[in-house]
């Protein structure tokens, strides 16, 4: 069973840790329109063959810089 995700941390497994900050903020909306396309709530998705439950709340405070 997998533990929550924030929307960084799936972007981070999909692209690596070394993204730079408008990278970042170029695949947020990207990877919450397919997270999302399932449900607009928790769900379980399969990201790189690693299953996990993430979570579609922008919980980063630092994101908004």
Known sequence: ????????????????KNLSKESLKAARPV??????KGKMSNHWSN????????MLTDTESDSNE
Do not use: H, T, W
Request: no cysteine; charged share 20%.
């Open 31 to 36: 990877v919450l329109a397919e997270l999302s």
């Open 1 to 16: 069973m997998g533990e929550p995700f924030s929307v960084n941390d799936v972007i981070y497994s999909l692209y690596g």
């Open 47 to 54: 990201v790189e063959g690693r299953k996990g439950y993430y």
